[in-house]
């Protein structure tokens, strides 16, 4: 018998658990809520933990379906039953070493939509958007970060969470041609319709004061840029833009953002000067409480990844296609021409003719015979002496 949790009131014998690990596609289709929760209760160990994260990504990777269809039902029941902060620690850790960029990147939007629209995890959205000024909301932040890296506009709703706005409006700005694609203004369309739910309430009401959230501005202007014109989400944003408090942001501000100077400092709980993104205001310059946003290398190195991968599938597609065009041509030929005795032959007949020509002599103009407009030109003088 194994005992689990620190109560005691969760007893199975260890052949138990065994069975119901093997069983676990089956049972997840069909057992619903009452099998989450024989998971959970067993998972209250740190080992069989681990275990139920690493086989839930598996069965959600080879299974596209599930994911689909049961995988924010799965993954709501589970924070409730073991703490959402530990599941989705847990599945980012396993995230961050994922070699499946296609199962990453569409992992993490799943997790990024749950997180920023299930109630049960408002706890957890209230713990990031103080990652500023608290140690574990900065800490959860950064356990986030690497594998958010997988979806652009995942990283950038987590930044708008957070409230690390100029690292949003960094990571707009590095979007290149090969990032804005169909999937990529499919889930900004998504992020712009949440941006007008109760969630972002704050961040709305932060556009009362542009002088203070430039950042913020500026990062959502980024993204209105980035939309088409004609498309719902570019009207709704810029609908809501439009009721930002006119001539409240001057020249020299808008400066300050394109140079990349912080702006507009926030007294933290210890009194000391913070920034937007985080940036202590100290004498030694060094970060101490603040996020390190020096560079996108963390971002563009994954990115880069997916880039890579998208062109290696266009050339093998390409190469694909040419080759089925070339076997239904040679389909549509006659067997004869086919054949490989024809082929030799003609090959054969190809190469003796530039031989031949070659050792054949020059003629003369004398001993060409006359063409068509010499033979009309002697008939006409001819006719011209007959007469």
Known sequence: MARFGGSGDCVAPRWFGRWLYSHYQRLLRAGGARILDIHA????????????AVFLMHNFRVDGSLLERRGAL???RLCVLLDAERVYRELSTILEGEADLDFACAMVQALNLILLTSSELSDLRELLKQSLVNAAGKDLFVSFYAPW??????IVSL???AQTY???????QSLVEEDINAKLLIQLDKLIRLLEAPIFAYLRLQLLEPRRYIWLLKALYGLLMVLPQQSAAFKILRRRLKTVPSNSVNDDQLKRTSSGNHYSPILNHSGSKITEDG??????????????FASLQQFKKIQQQ????????AQLRDSSTSLLKFNVDMSMCPTWICSSEYQIRVHARHEMVPKAESQQSPTSETNK???RSSRRGLGSLADLTCS
């Open 369 to 371: 015979p006359p063409s």
């Open 159 to 161: 930044c708008l969470l």
């Open 306 to 313: 997916h880039h890579m991968l998208a062109k290696s599938r």
């Open 149 to 154: 890296c997988h979806s652009p506009m995942a």
């Open 166 to 172: 100029q690292h949003a409006c960094a990571v707009i």
């Open 41 to 52: 209760c067993i998972a209250q160990d740190p080992l069989h933990f681990r275990r139920l």
């Open 74 to 76: 799965i993954i709501r």
């Open 279 to 292: 940036d202590m205001d100290q004498d030694n310059g060094n970060l101490q409480n603040g996020f390190d």
